[in-house]
C-alpha cells in the first residue's frame, strides 16, 4: 500500500500535540480510504545530565480499514522540550528512525517516509516551530573525513620541517665535520699531513 502524502503544516495553539492525529484520503484502486496517522509523544523527561527536559517521539501509529500499523521511533527522533525536531527524512526503509513494533505488526506492510519533517511536542508558541534540533549529528562522515586528512597534512608539514631543520643543523652548530669551513689553515695543515 502506498499513499502520497501532499506538504502542510499543522498548526494550532490549543492542540495537544501530545496525542497529534491527522488524517489523509487515499485512494487504493478504486476505493476510497481513510487513513489516521498519529505522533505519540512521550511527556518531557528530565536528563540530569543534560539539565533540561527533552520530549522523545515513542510511536507512529497508522489506523486504516479499521486495522493499525506501529512504528517505533527507535530512540532517534528527540530534542529538547523548548526545540522542535527537523530532519531531511525520516522513514522506515533506508537508515529507519521508524521501525515496525514487531515482526507480524501490519507496519511490516507500509514504508513510511517523511521528507523535511519538522515536528515539535511541547511548548507551542506563536505560529512558527521553535529553534530545530537537527537530526544529523555533528561528525558526520565527512567531517570525519575532513579531519582525517587536516591532521595526516599537520603531520607530513610537520615531518618535513623537521627533516628541513635537522639539515641546517650542521651549518648552524660548530661540528666536527665541517671544521674545514671555518678554519681554513687547519684544513690546509690536516690535508698537507694527510697526502704527506
Known sequence: MEAQLFEFTIFNAKLNLSRLAFWVKYSRGQKLGLIKVCFLF??????PVSARNWSVMEQVVLE?????AIFNASGGIYSPAEYSFH???VSSIQSPLLVPRSATDNANQWTLSFTDFQ????NVTGEDFSYASDCAGFFTPGIWMGLLTSLLMVFILTYGLHMIM???QY???PNVHFKCLR??????ENEKWSLG
Open 166 to 168: 635537522q639539515s641546517f
Open 183 to 188: 678554519r681554513t689553515s687547519h684544513c690546509m
Open 119 to 122: 515536528i515539535q511536542g511541547f
Open 42 to 47: 512521550l511527556e518531557d523527561i528530565f536528563f
Open 64 to 68: 486504516y480499514d479499521g486495522q493499525r
Open 87 to 89: 530532519c531531511q527524512s
Open 171 to 173: 651549518l648552524i652548530m
